[in-house]
Nanobody, 122 residues
Framework: QVQLVESGGGSVQPGGSLRLSCVVFGLDLNNWAIGWFRQAPGKEHVGVSC????????YYADFVKGRFTIQRDNAKNTVYLEMDTLTPEDTAVYYC???????????????WGQGTEVTVSS
């Protein structure tokens, strides 16, 4: 059974950092791209970053470039999202999702996690 499990969310002050984890069960990460999405209250899912299974290519949305870093550890079947210099606009539920290759459309992924909540507030 395929399962994606996110963790690492929480509350942090502006300027702070969090590290999210996405552990993947039932899939060989060598064959899958893993994307991170976020959904703010009342809004759609938005692509944040993606780690491709091809040649270590990574993608970032413009609004997180220079602040977020995505890393994968295929041996642990885990993808991480390091988030630095957080702002209140980063407040959302963060999800990971699996697809054969990176894509920015939430619904076009094959598997999704349940999400981990991030709140940035003073």
């Amino acid at each position: 059974q395929v399962q994606l499990v996110e963790s690492g969310g929480g509350s942090v002050q502006p300027g702070g950092s969090l590290r999210l984890s996405c552990v993947v069960f039932g899939l060989d990460l060598n064959n899958w791209a893993i994307g991170w999405f976020r959904q703010a209250p009342g809004k759609e899912h938005v692509g944040v970053s993606c780690s491709s299974n091809r040649n270590g290519i990574t993608y970032y949305a413009d609004f997180v470039k220079g602040r977020f870093t995505i890393q994968r550890d295929n041996a642990k079947n885990t993808v991480y999202l390091e988030m630095d210099t957080l702002t209140p606009e980063d407040t959302a539920v963060y999800y990971c999702a699996a697809r054969a290759y990176c894509g920015s459309t939430w619904s076009e992924h094959n598997y999704w996690g349940q999400g981990t909540e991030v709140t940035v507030s003073s």
